[in-house]
DNA sequence: CGCCGACTTGAGCAATCTCAATCATGGTGG
DNA sequence: CCACCATGATTGAGATTGCTCAAGTCGGCG
């Protein structure tokens, strides 16, 4: 039970009016969770709207047959909103702490009267939902289209900062997640790294260091059969906001 | 240009308030598309929120390398929302009618403002996001998780309707498409019906008969291996409404 | 030192794709 | 009525990709 921090500097919350912002803040409660701990499971009952605020959360669900599938992996500024059902009644994915992680967990029915009070509350709930909805659109494209060192091509290209052409930098998480997030076995995911070698992108256990930032993007569009239409960077990260 | 359906009966407007409705039909437009033709095309400007009154409108995203991924196939009643960017500014993918086809436009600037105003309709457009995320969701874990065989049992269990534990019934669309939806080739798709031949799925060009309907959503499970938890029915279609 | 977890590497296998041929089926024009 | 074609669907054979299982490496850390 930390502090809690101004939720002004959520970007969710960035555009809210103030009122509606202190009426959140009055039931808003934080929690910190340790690597690996349990933020609600896949079923429970949706008694909180949650915003990560500082780590990592991963949501993932498991199909019945036992096997889990990695849906997201959340940061600061993020809610787990695509962790609702519809109908908003349980959680349909599970959400864990990745390394040490906190949260805002603000009461779902309180979030939902508020909702309709508050069109700038609904306004940023639409437009979070329209950054989830994007972010899962490029991971259906990705997932269809591309093959797995293509899709750790892209991963590696939406993590490295803008500006210059070769950059280092180092993995937010650790191999075995990024596998799952990109829908691959561990093993295929050193593969592919050891491709990419091939290319100018080195790896020394976490560190990533990229020669030519514009050679991984050719990459991505199918190493070297095609090559034409100008580059679009992939979103595994998103921003903005939505709607007219 | 055909005439404008009370707004009422489509699911996305069911709960919107009166005053709220009578403003959105003032300047909607309804349009009919041929089969194959373009409603809009990806990277043009957003100037229209579109919702589909009848037929299917198939939404896919064609990447810098040419090739195409389906993004949905959305039917009456469904926004085509997903099309839109995080900032409403362009269409992220393009749209084409499927067979015949009517949509609705609105004024995508004009929606923008009702949503300020209207509470209720903030809270349509709000559960229409979460029906979406929810179908992306069911969508990346079935890509994740299961091979060609399960997915089409998934596809073809959405399509069974309740009751009966055996059905028939027609598909909505050709094997071209549905291929396309679970992300799989034309041929690849035609061995898995032959498979399902096998467990009491009977296909006859574009009728379906399903002896059991119980033992295809086994099979969806992992065809015999695991049998455990109880079964939960796989949503290409989606229904209900949001957030607490 | 020795173990453990995370990662890598290798070899064989299974799923899927590619390319190509074949087979309806429905419509068209003679 | 039938020959013919176009389209969609099926089937086969071989190449690829990714998975499984198993072994091996590497860097902490008790």
Redesign the interface.
């Known amino acids: 039970m930390s502090e809690l921090p101004p939720l002004r500097d959520l970007q969710l919350f960035a555009s809210v009016d103030a009122q509606t912002l202190q009426r959140l803040a009055r039931d808003a409660k934080v929690e910190t969770f340790a690597d690996g701990e349990v933020v609600f499971r896949q079923g429970d009952k ?1 008694v909180f ?1 949650v915003v990560v605020l500082h780590g990592y959360v991963k949501l993932s ?1 498991t ?9 997201n992996i959340c940061t600061a500024g993020e809610s787990l ?2 962790a ?5 009644a349980i959680y ?2 599970g959400a864990e702490a990745i390394g040490e992680a906190s949260v805002l967990k603000l009461s ?2 309180r ?2 009267g508020l ?3 508050s ?1 700038s509350l ?2 940023a ?3 979070e ?6 972010a ?2 490029s ?3 990705s ?3 591309q093959n797995a060192d293509q899709r750790l091509a892209q991963f590696i290209l939406s993590l490295c900062p803008g500006g210059e052409d070769s950059c280092c930098f180092r993995l937010p998480y650790d191999k075995r997640l990024i596998a799952a997030r990109l ?1 691959v076995k561990q093993e295929t995911l050193s593969r592919a790294f050891a491709k990419l070698r091939d290319i100018g992108v080195r790896t020394e256990t976490r560190d990533i260091f990229v020669e030519s930032v514009s050679r991984l993007a050719a990459e991505c ?2 190493g070297d ?2 090559a ?5 960077r992939g979103d595994f990260l ?7």
């Open positions: 949706a709207f669900r199909a019945s047959c036992g096997d889990e599938a990695l849906v909103y695509e609702l059902t519809p109908d908003g349909r994915v779902a029915a979030f939902g909702l309709r009070d069109s609904a306004r709930v639409i437009d939902a329209a950054r989830k909805i994007s899962l659109i991971e259906v494209e997932l269809k289209g829908g569009r199918g059969r095609h034409h239409l100008p580059s679009e998103e921003s903005r906001n939505v709607v007219a």
